[in-house]
């Protein structure tokens, strides 16, 4: 088999969290590409619907969507016994679902630091968790991508985000431990790490107009990155080239954190 058809994903399935837009949806897109069938799991729902529908429309692929809570174990739970019903089985987890909260630690409330570890870190958990058993049970083995950020190596600024930085370094450090409990299980967790991303969500926002500036010009390539630029190294994490990639985070900024 040569490397063109080693990385496909024909005959797979995944699901991808926070899939409905931004990231996740272009993840889901590049699957749906190279062949998986692909499950949406966002909280909004009717976005995901549509989403899955341009999918299997587009690619033909089965896609459906999943109302999902990251944070709530039933939510998850429910995520996965739709997709053991409509697909019989799990083999690509990208656990991506995430919020920032822009508040100075001296202001933070418990509430808001607690939205932002519940989505961004303990959701990555149950998700992955719910992944990785799935995985172990099949025998199959399988590839979780967990969502980390730049800003687990960094310390962002203008912007003050101290919970965010502080969820996205524990998912490196949580990728690395479920790569070493579950090698054995051949579940490989590897986790990808975006630098500063120009979704449309970011990109229409009022308030991020004058940050987006002040970021361009702090950037080595004196841009965000796209979307896209993420969909072959999540393709590639997925598939079967990657079979010896285990506990590693991969940096995608642009060079933005090499100084």
């Excluded at 303990?122 to 083995?141: C, D, N, P």
């Excluded at 896209?228 to 010896?244: K, N, P, W």
Aim: charged fraction near 15%.
């Amino acid at each position: 088999m040569g490397i063109l058809e080693k990385m496909r994903l024909s005959g797979k399935t995944a699901f991808v969290t926070g899939g409905a837009r931004g990231i996740g949806k272009s993840v889901a897109i590049a699957f749906a590409e190279a062949g998986a069938n692909v499950v949406i799991a966002d909280l909004d729902l009717l976005e995901a619907e549509k989403t899955a529908q341009a999918l299997a429309t587009t690619n033909g692929v089965k896609s459906i969507a999943v109302k999902t809570d990251v944070t709530d174990p039933e939510s998850v739970n429910l995520l996965i016994e739709t997709v053991k019903k409509e697909f019989g089985q799990l083999d690509i987890a990208f656990c991506n679902a995430g919020i920032c909260i822009n508040v100075p630690a001296e202001e933070m409330s418990y509430a808001q630091w607690a939205k932002v570890i519940n989505i961004n870190l303990t959701g990555v958990f149950l998700t992955a968790q719910a992944a990785g058993k799935l995985m172990i049970e099949q025998g199959t083995g399988g590839s979780i991508i967990n969502t980390a950020s730049m800003s687990a190596h960094i310390v962002n600024v203008p912007q003050p985000q101290c919970a965010y930085n502080a969820s996205k370094a524990g998912v490196i450090q949580l990728t690395k431990s479920l790569a070493i409990e579950w090698a054995k299980h051949n579940v490989r967790v590897n986790s990808l790490s975006p630098g500063y991303i120009g979704t449309e969500l970011t990109l229409n926002s009022p308030d991020l107009q004058p940050l987006i500036k002040e970021w361009n010009a702090m950037a080595p390539m004196g841009r965000m990155g796209k979307p896209e630029e993420l969909q072959s190294i999540c393709v590639y994490l997925a598939g079967d080239t990657s079979s010896f990639t285990t506990g590693s985070d991969f940096i995608v900024d642009g060079a933005f954190t090499c100084f």
